[in-house]
């Protein structure tokens, strides 16, 4: 089945609790918890099965916000030319 993962950020100020219950409705929804960010940010990666995308709720006054998870690269590694 296919998935898409997605990175969830909170705002600073929201209590541990609240995000906890996000990530617990999340799986409860059939969606897996990758990884979980507390340190530069707070939130979660999601892997989401496909089918169940729209089925998932992050309307939420602490949420952040929500994006695809994918490959940062800096624009000056594509730049650079080895001689």
Do not use: C, W
């Amino acid at each position: 089945m296919p998935a898409s993962t997605y990175i969830v950020t909170f705002n600073k100020d929201t209590p541990d609790e609240v995000i906890e219950q996000h990530a617990k409705e999340t799986e409860a929804a059939g969606a897996t918890i990758k990884h979980r960010y507390n340190s530069a940010m707070k939130g979660f990666s999601v892997e989401v099965p496909d089918d169940i995308v729209s089925a998932l709720s992050f309307d939420s006054p602490h949420i952040n916000f929500v994006e695809p998870d994918g490959e940062v690269t800096t624009q000056g590694k594509s730049l650079l030319k080895s001689t």
